[in-house]
């Protein structure tokens, strides 16, 4: 179980490697005004070393807390790194937080330090200054209107890092010393959960954790030196530090940063990279822009497109390598013909492997990507697993399955069907929090409140131990499963279900405005707003009809009978959805408490 094949280093360790074996080759690229900026892993481990003498300079000492609250830049990393290299741990937040969230991680982490984006960031963190007495230093990466904040309380990013330079200068001693005493059982990330039910809690990451994430990406995904990464999702999400930081760093290979969160899809154009790691929203997103196009597209585009979609899709889930020749020839006449410009349009043509995780998806979402092409398996994982535990292979794409354990771990199958997990990326625990630890651990398992099934080896997440339904005719149901069916329509962005102790299944569901809205214009309805068009009937048509057809696919005891449109979308800050867009249920039947018993009335 000892992952044996990567050097027994630390992150940092392993960074200031890559700083003398690949020197000036290009670690990171960083696009800033339309130009693509490249970092070698020279200057990574360089402005790393910087940012330590800085940290240390403002009173970060060996097991502090620097807290990062910005989007994916380059600076996240550096700032990452650069913590580590003086002994520190890194508390990352969601940029997407409103104040009182961002309150609650860093006093309860008690970050010293906090290194915020922008003005914005740095406003929300002085509202709940008073609340943080461990705080002592905001740093701004982008200070532009930051000129008469208090400069006792407030520097820049670049100051931050020239003031370590020259402290670098006059004592280098402190980064080698950090590099000589650092343990792989040293506390690296604290991983704030997105906290769908209660607060969320701090999961400890030691450096064995992502030494061993590592190794098991590179053994079960075969990512290596010669990949290419989009970093995008949030870098406080463990799923995107597996790809951003862990994996690249023992790997040697290249992580790209766009100009923004909102110029992904550009971005994606741009750099074509060999891996992605989508969440099913952004799958259920591309689907439904590739759909928006086939209905702007010409009677015999649209005909030509479908007609490829239904000669292919009949062997999508066989690996390419076992198809038949009439498989293949079939295949390649319709990539020629229809599916290079649609993994053109997606910007993934040159992806070797595509990942979808963090959350079920729909088996009909993963089935319309494998049959244009894209190689796209499900994995499955956890903050407290330090990312991926189960993953599918390219040889063999089971449907609905999520694959098998990672090597160096053990997976069993407790009580009520609960996946329980051991091995040396199992987290070190919560902080501040001995009682959910306790819970989580038991007898040296992981409870990961997941419930499982598994054929042939291959495992199959049903749901959330605590989301599972039980009928007022005493019948066991998914909600997942119901919702992903339902979301796999290109006009539903969101569904609840609802049916606990109730005699059938009903669902609040949001439809996808931007899909719906190009329909109505097809149809020629007028609306004004996203309540107008969602109160239209002819919507509402149309979304039974997409209820209806999606039924057709489930047992009858889970299809959904009612339905609910609600009339706004859900939002983060009204404390409806987590900063990872997971519903948060509670919240939500509390909220449309009248709507739901006006369903059963």
């Known amino acids: 179980m000892t992952p044996n094949t990567l050097p027994e280093l630390t992150l940092p360790q392993m960074l200031a490697q890559n700083a003398e074996r690949l020197g000036a080759r290009t670690a990171i690229r960083q696009k800033d005004y339309g130009i693509w900026n490249p970092t070698s892993w020279r200057s990574y481990f360089e402005r790393s070393a910087d940012l330590a003498h800085g940290l240390r300079a403002l009173g970060v000492g060996r097991g502090g807390h620097v807290a990062v609250l910005s989007e994916n830049r380059i600076e996240w990393v550096l700032a990452q790194m650069g913590a580590g290299l003086c002994g520190a741990v890194t508390v990352g937040v969601y940029a997407t937080s409103p104040a009182n969230?961002?309150?609650?991680?860093?006093?309860?982490?008690?970050?010293?330090?906090?290194?915020?984006?922008?003005?914005?960031?740095?406003?929300?963190?002085?509202?709940?200054?008073?609340?943080?007495?461990?705080?002592?230093?905001?740093v701004v990466i982008e200070p532009k209107g930051m000129r008469s904040y208090p400069a006792d309380l407030v520097i820049s990013f670049a100051q931050l890092e020239s003031d370590g330079a020259a402290d670098r200068a006059r004592a280098p001693g402190l980064v080698p010393e950090t590099l000589a005493q650092q343990r792989l059982d040293d506390i690296a990330l604290m991983i704030y959960t997105s906290g769908s039910t209660g607060k969320p809690k701090g999961a400890m990451?030691?450096?064995?954790?992502?030494?061993?994430?590592?190794?098991?990406?590179?053994?079960?995904?075969?990512?290596?030196?010669?990949?290419?990464?989009?970093?995008?999702?949030?870098?406080?999400?463990?799923?995107?530090?597996?790809?951003?930081?862990?994996?690249?760093?023992?790997?040697?290979?290249?992580?790209?940063?766009?100009?923004?969160?909102?110029?992904?899809?550009?971005?994606?154009?741009?750099?074509?990279?060999?891996?992605?790691?989508?969440?099913?929203?952004?799958?259920?997103?591309?689907?439904?822009?590739?759909?928006?196009?086939?209905l702007e597209a010409s009677g015999l585009r649209k005909a030509i497109y479908e007609r490829a979609l239904r000669a292919c899709e009949g062997f999508a889930n066989v690996p390419p390598a076992r198809r038949s020749l009439r498989q293949k020839a079939t295949f390649q006449f319709y990539y020629w013909l229809v599916f290079r410009a649609l993994q053109?349009?997606?910007?993934?043509?040159?992806?070797?492997?595509?990942?979808?995780?963090?959350?079920?998806?729909?088996?009909?979402?993963?089935?319309?990507?494998?049959?244009?092409?894209?190689?796209?398996?499900?994995?499955?994982?956890?903050?407290?697993?330090?990312?991926?535990?189960?993953?599918?292979?390219?040889?063999?794409?089971e449907p609905g399955s999520v694959g098998v354990p990672i090597p160096n771990a053990e997976v069993r199958i407790g009580e009520q069907g609960e996946l329980q997990m051991r091995g040396e990326t199992v987290f070190a625990g919560y902080y501040r929090n001995p009682e959910a630890t306790a819970q989580a651990m038991r007898d040296g398992w992981l409870h990961t409140g997941d419930v499982v099934s598994q054929t042939d080896g291959q495992f199959r997440i049903v749901d959330r131990l605590k989301d599972i339904?039980?009928?007022?005719?005493?019948?066991?149901?998914?909600?997942?499963e119901i919702e992903n069916t339902m979301?796999?329509?290109?006009?539903?962005?969101?569904?609840?279900?609802?049916?606990?102790?109730?005699?059938?299944?009903?669902?609040?569901?949001?439809?996808?405005?931007?899909?719906?809205?190009?329909?109505?214009?097809?149809?020629?309805?007028?609306?004004?707003?996203?309540?107008?068009?969602?109160?239209?009937?002819?919507?509402?048509?149309?979304?039974?009809?997409?209820?209806?057809?999606?039924?057709?696919?489930?047992?009858?005891?889970?299809?959904?009978?009612?339905?609910?449109?609600?009339?706004?979308?859900?939002?983060?800050?009204?404390?409806?959805?987590?900063?990872?867009?997971k519903v948060r249920r509670a919240n939500i039947f509390k909220k449309y408490d009248p709507e739901i018993e006006a369903l059963y009335a």
């Open 101 to 138: 969230e961002v309150g609650y991680v860093l006093e309860h982490s008690g970050a010293e330090v906090v290194i915020c984006e922008d003005q914005e960031q740095v406003d929300k963190v002085i509202e709940v200054r008073d609340s943080l007495p461990a705080l002592h230093r905001i």
């Open 487 to 581: 979301k796999s329509s290109p006009f539903i962005k969101e569904c609840i279900v609802i049916g606990e102790r109730r005699k059938f299944v009903s669902a609040l569901i949001q439809i996808d405005a931007e899909i719906v809205g190009k329909w109505a214009e097809e149809q020629g309805l007028a609306y004004t707003t996203y309540r107008s068009l969602v109160e239209n009937p002819r919507v509402v048509a149309l979304i039974d009809s997409e209820v209806q057809a999606h039924n057709a696919s489930l047992a009858q005891v889970a299809q959904v009978r009612k339905f609910h449109l609600l009339t706004k979308e859900l939002d983060h800050d009204d404390d409806e959805v987590t900063a990872t867009m």
């Open 205 to 294: 990451l030691s450096y064995r954790n992502l030494r061993a994430q590592a190794f098991a990406v590179q053994q079960t995904l075969g990512l290596s030196a010669r990949d290419t990464h989009l970093s995008y999702l949030p870098l406080c999400h463990v799923a995107e530090q597996m790809l951003t930081t862990m994996t690249p760093i023992y790997a040697g290979s290249r992580v790209d940063f766009g100009e923004s969160l909102r110029t992904v899809h550009e971005d994606l154009r741009e750099v074509a990279p060999t891996t992605f790691l989508g969440v099913p929203r952004i799958w259920e997103k591309m689907h439904s822009s590739i759909h928006i196009g086939v």
């Open 344 to 397: 053109n349009f997606v910007g993934l043509r040159r992806a070797r492997l595509v990942l979808t995780g963090a959350a079920p998806i729909s088996p009909k979402i993963v089935q319309y990507f494998r049959t244009i092409g894209l190689p796209l398996i499900e994995v499955y994982g956890a903050t407290e697993t330090s990312g991926v535990a189960l993953a599918q292979r390219l040889d063999r794409l």
């Open 469 to 480: 339904m039980i009928t007022a005719g005493g019948k066991n149901l998914s909600p997942s």
